[in-house]
């Protein structure tokens, strides 16, 4: 069972072309970006007579792109150029370190054509292409010279037709040949030296090289005149030479015995046994095929079976990736274990660790929205993103949450349905030149999303669009077989197994005989090729595995499999260093202690290897580029020896604040596979995941490592930070802090609770974000760590975070902070100022949080009277009498506080002092009894762990049996406070010391009470209307030249008229003048703006009358953030107001 990559010439294939596998499939691809040219076309001269897909990635493909002459990657030992009338080679002879890199510079030390050559760069071409080899053409008239381009092949082989033989030193001119001294004589004349035979040695600069005939004795004569030198035949010659690089005269015994055998082709083939693949390259070969002499490379010793190895001291060439040395035959076989893991790791997490996964996929997948999704950029960045996103929903499984999954397909299958649409900025095309799939913006431009238009690294790129899609699939047979056809050609432009199909090259990237991919393409010639993050790779081909996968597509998923395999292995080998192993061991690609002392090679180029990248020079950043992304399939390929190495090499940036976390995490999830206990308390300290990681994912990864210590749990029970209303007290001095709206740097000078300020701690993972009440804005830290931490921040991120734990040595109750913004600790400084300058734990302040407003105060009843808009009369409300009838807008109070929910914490908390503040919540009943409770500014429902420990939430798209509770009237308590009862484990509601609503109380006596109040009636006007600011007078101005909303002029008749359509708890806002509906965007830092053809969640805003406003003064949430419209000083509409009370009051005018 066999494939190859071959040309449709008469000629046929070069070597046997009975596919293993069939195509994946043949249809032609039809992307939404259409069909493109690369600027850089394949040289029609080169390729000439025969048709695409071509090549892109492989050793030999600068050959085969303008101008053609590029240095190319083989056939190792040997690197080569085509020039004019000529092939040039050399096998390099100059070896350094330089601390950083070893380098073996490309180098020219003969070349070889005839004399009848025209001397037209368009007089080569090649006669066709295999899996590995290549043959190549010069042509004058009836005058032939074809070469068989071999990897692993000691010589270079020449069959000339009707073609005087010529050789030209590279370096410098002839000393000897024949075993006869060549003299100089410069521009005074020349010495010839003439012999005939069948093989001649010949020294220049650099060394001898032997020329052998195949086909009887050959005249050759030897020149040397100025600074080259020439070799030439007497007469038009029939036949075949082949050279060789003799590196030592011990080696000539070998080279001569074989010289006469020599390949042609090769054809790889591909068995599998169960989970066991062997790999097999037959060579076709002219001579005795049992007789063939070849090179083998470290991989290849590693893994062959039943070899037949010359001792290493009869044949040796050094190249970048180590000792080539001689084996005999012309069938290899290497034997690889395949991968069996897929989806998830094949163990389950261990128990410590579950209800922190929980936890954290909570905060996860809660940040995540269908209306909301990733709108791709570029196929990289994106694409990073989403696998990790979608890894979201595989770990929610894993840990029995599959009610989380649909909010992670939903939001994915709205993120891939941009791909599948021509008006998206960013589009897949199909590149008609070469053959392949291709980021359209790049057609004609190298420097776009990495080169991916000129066919740079394709499988890091597409493995994560595959990882996507397949998770899709998982879940959503329905997207899947709508789908199919347009995801497969992703899968096949990088792991196409078939010569079959028609439209794309075979597993594009991959060097079969180099035993893993090289990443470049065809930008800048095509010459030297390189891959700097083998994980990537590896990557690419698990994406495909898992596609091949989740369609039943057998064949896909093996030969994938195989990908992963001798990738993992070629990364083992080559992109992992080992110090402690022996510099002189037969299969040491890297002799040099030097090097190997640097733990990881950043990057492996045919002629350089080195611990560097192209955009980076941090220790973490080096070796995180082996690492990432973290996914099960790696459990392979982070062995216990390299792990422990790169900790111990990278342990002195691990422990430096200034070096972010997002490399950092990734270092942990590798050192797990060593010591799971350890990279989970190193992982505490982390705020930062990176774009292609999540929280969720760092605690799996950890989670399901083989414990090297059964019995011992992997994750430590630390003690949890404090959450919901605190005062801030120094532990020193008993003061404690302030920050106001009018000075909000955050500083410890109240002498009591009475003059303080009350923050709101909310969970992030590893920490919490501080929420001050008294300007309702997020407190931040500055990266300097010279300023004050200030509350001024409206959104949270990673400066927002803080990891509050216990203080080293201090009184139990106090605690040291951690900023996520510089990895710095919380001093109080000068002036009484918090600052996050503390280098170490010990020079942090220690801290008390001091509970504000503790639930479970008096119970009291409201009766709210609300004035509604004034196009509807005066209501007064109270809350339902009789449980078992709650339907309606509520409030939950619970004693003197108001529960608090929002997409970006979506915990329910009692933490709001006024039912104003309070989050409006839907309770709608459910047939054969019950509720469900609809948050209304996220439009999702509350639901409930079945665990009893984690926080009800408002994070379900749908309601099911986790989202349904019951009513009923607490004993003893006056009428209209109920307790609540969760359905998922029939557990009551209870408030923790965190002010977070959780199901925990196993009986209505350790139930909380609550009461529900009355919500604002919301306001759905139906018809056309005109939008003004109730304080300015000014009117809202939208236009298909400025699509933003802003309050610009005082004319009614300038005013844009707005069409308002009630949309479940909201209204959509379509503009008139453009037709388009106004959207607000999830960060909300831009200004709403007409600008989407549809309405969603993201187009619906909830209206309501404003509290403490005239009759007729609305405000407007955006349901995409949950956050209010205000209007900024440029007259913006933004959703950025945290409160209502910080809401722009709007008239609804006709």
């Known amino acids: 069972m066999r494939f190859l990559q071959a040309s449709l010439l008469a000629l046929g294939y070069l070597g046997t072309a009975n596919a293993i596998f069939g195509p994946i499939a043949t249809d032609a691809p039809a992307p939404a970006g259409g069909n493109v040219a690369c600027a850089a076309p394949p040289l029609t001269s080169f390729f000439a007579g025969h048709s695409g897909p071509f090549p892109t990635d492989n050793w030999w493909v600068g050959y085969g792109v303008a101008p053609g002459n590029a240095v190319c990657a083989g056939p190792f030992p040997y690197e080569s150029n085509m020039a004019n009338s000529s092939i040039q080679f050399g096998v390099s002879s100059n070896r350094d370190f330089d601390g950083t890199s070893i380098h073996q510079p490309t180098q020219t030390d003969w070349s070889v054509g005839f004399v009848e050559h025209s001397g037209n760069f368009n007089d080569h071409k090649t006669l066709g292409w295999d899996s590995q080899s290549i043959t190549v053409q010069y042509f004058t008239g009836a005058s032939t010279m074809t070469s068989y381009l071999v990897p692993g092949s000691p010589y270079l082989t020449f069959n000339f037709a009707a073609a005087t033989p010529l050789f030209t030193s590279g370096q410098g001119v002839i000393t000897s040949f024949a075993g006869k001294t060549v003299t100089n004589n410069g521009a005074a004349g020349k010495s010839r030296i003439s012999s005939t035979g069948t093989e001649f040695a010949v020294v220049n600069n650099i060394g001898t090289y032997l020329i052998y005939s195949l086909n009887g004795a050959i005249t050759l004569s030897a020149s040397s005149t100025g600074a080259t030198g020439t070799i030439k035949a007497s007469a038009p010659f029939n036949g075949v030479l082949r050279v060789a690089k003799l590196n030592s005269t011990s080696h000539q015994p070998l080279l001569d015995q074989y010289a006469a055998n020599y390949p042609t082709a090769v054809t790889t083939d591909y068995t599998f046994s169960g989970d066991t693949a062997t790999l097999s390259f037959t060579w076709t070969v002219t001579g005795n095929a049992a007789n063939l002499l070849m090179l083998t490379w470290p991989h290849h010793r590693i893994k062959m079976v039943n070899p037949n190895f010359p001792a290493t001291t009869a044949l040796s060439y050094l190249t970048t990736k180590g000792y080539m040395y001689p084996a005999i035959g012309n069938v290899w076989n290497l034997q690889y274990a395949l991968p069996t893991i897929t989806f998830n790791a094949p163990r389950a997490p261990d128990t410590s660790c579950v209800s922190t996964i929980i936890q954290g996929l909570q905060y996860d997948i809660g940040k995540l929205s269908a209306s909301a999704p990733s709108i791709p950029g570029d196929f990289y960045y994106w694409g990073g993103s989403i696998a990790a996103q979608g890894r979201l929903a595989l770990i929610a499984e894993a840990v029995g949450r599959t009610d989380l999954i649909p909010q992670v397909t939903g939001y994915l299958e709205a993120s891939y349905n941009y791909w599948f649409q021509a008006s998206s900025a960013t589009l897949p095309a199909y590149e008609t030149a070469w053959g392949g799939i291709i980021n359209k913006a790049g057609y004609n431009n190298p420097n776009v999303d990495f080169g991916n238009g000129y066919y740079n690294d394709h499988h890091f790129h597409y493995g994560y669009f595959l990882t996507g899609a397949a998770i899709i699939a998982k879940y959503d047979k329905n997207w899947m077989n709508a789908h199919q056809t347009y995801i497969n050609w992703f899968a096949r432009d ?27 393409g065809i930008a800048n010639g095509a010459g030297s090729r390189d891959q700097e993050a083998s994980t990537e ?7 495909a595995m898992l596609w091949g996968n989740v369609t039943g597509n057998t064949n896909l998923f093996n030969f994938a499999r195989l990908l992963v395999a001798t990738e993992q292995h070629a990364s083992q080998t080559y992109w992992h260093l080992y110090p402690q192993a022996s510099a002189t061991a037969r299969d040491q690609p890297y002799p040099e202690v030097g090097l190997r002392n640097l733990i990881t090679i950043g990057n492996v180029e045919d002629w350089q290897a080195g611990a560097w990248t192209f955009w980076g020079a941090e220790k973490v950043e080096i070796n995180s580029i082996q690492i990432l992304p973290v996914t099960p399939i790696n459990e392979y390929l982070y062995d216990s020896q390299w792990v422990q190495n790169v900790y111990a090499y990278t342990s002195g940036e691990l422990a430096d604040p200034t070096i972010d976390d997002e490399w950092k995490c990734l270092i942990y999830l590798a050192y797990s596979q060593y010591s799971p206990q350890t990279a989970n308390t190193l992982s505490a300290s982390l705020t930062d995941w990176g774009s292609g990681n999540t929280f969720s994912n760092q605690q799996y990864f950890i989670a399901t490592r083989p414990n090297p210590t059964p019995g011992t749990p992997i994750c430590s029970a630390g003690a949890a930070p404090p959450l919901g209303l605190y005062y801030i007290q120094s532990a020193s001095s008993g003061d404690y802090v302030v920050s106001t709206a009018a000075n909000p740097n955050l500083v410890a000078s109240a002498t009591s609770t009475a003059g303080a300020t009350v923050f709101n701690l909310t969970f992030v993972p590893n ?5 001050s009440t008294a300007n309702q804005q997020y407190v931040t830290a500055d990266q300097s760590g010279v300023d004050p ?9 990673t400066w927002e975070s803080f990891i509050v734990t216990p203080k080293v040595g201090a009184a139990a109750g106090t605690y040291s902070l951690l900023s996520g913004a510089n990895s710095l600790y919380i001093q109080v400084g000068t002036g009484n100022q918090l600052i996050n300058s503390g280098t170490t734990e010990s020079s942090s302040t220690g801290f008390k949080f001091v509970k504000a407003n503790a639930p479970g105060g008096p119970s009291t009843t409201a009766t709210t009277t609300t004035t509604t808009a004034s196009t509807g009369p005066t209501q007064t409300q109270s809350p339902p009498p009789n449980p078992s009838s709650i339907t309606g807008t509520y409030v939950i109070q619970s004693g003197g506080l108001f529960v608090v929910s929002s997409n970006g914490a979506p915990n329910l908390i009692a933490s709001a002092t006024s039912a104003s503040t309070g989050t409006s919540f839907t309770f709608s009943a459910v047939a054969g009894g019950g509720v469900n409770i609809l948050n209304t500014l996220s439009n999702e429902y509350v639901t409930a762990d079945i665990s009893g420990t984690l926080a009800l939430s408002s994070t379900r798209p749908a309601a099911s049996t986790w989202e349904t509770y019951f009513f009923s009237q607490q004993a003893n308590a006056a009428p209209g406070t109920y307790v609540m009862q969760a359905e998922s484990n029939s557990d009551y509601i209870a408030v923790a010391a965190d002010y977070s609503l959780i199901n925990s109380a196993t009986s209505a006596a350790g139930a909380q009470g609550f009461n529900l109040v009355p919500a604002a009636p919301g306001y759905s006007p139906a018809g056309n209307y005109k939008l003004k600011v109730a304080t300015s007078g000014q ?13 610009s002029t005082t004319a009614t008749g300038s005013a844009t008229i707005f069409a308002f359509t009630a949309n479940g708890n909201g209204v959509t806002l379509l503009n008139t003048a453009n037709n388009e509906y106004v959207t607000a965007d999830i960060s909300g830092t831009l200004a709403l703006a007409s600008t989407r053809p549809v309405a969603s969640t993201w187009e619906t805003y909830v209206v309501r009358q404003k509290i403490g406003a005239a009759a007729g003064v609305y405000s407007l949430a955006a349901v995409s953030n949950g956050l209010y419209v205000v209007v900024n000083g440029s007259g913006q509409l933004v959703n950025s107001g945290a409160t209502e009370a910080s809401s722009t009051g709007f008239n609804i005018t006709t």
Do not use: E, K, Q
């Open 494 to 520: 990088i792991a196409n197994p078939s010569t079959a199909d028609p439209y794309f090259t075979v597993a594009r990237h991959r060097d079969w005989f180099a035993g893993h991919s090289w990443a470049s």
């Open 767 to 771: 920490g919490v974000n501080i929420f």
């Open 789 to 797: 931490i200030v509350a001024a921040r409206a959104v949270a991120s």
């Open 1035 to 1047: 009117y809202v101005v939208s236009t298909a030249a400025n699509t933003n909303l802003v309050a």
């Open 537 to 543: 790779a590896i990557n690419g081909y698990y994406g």
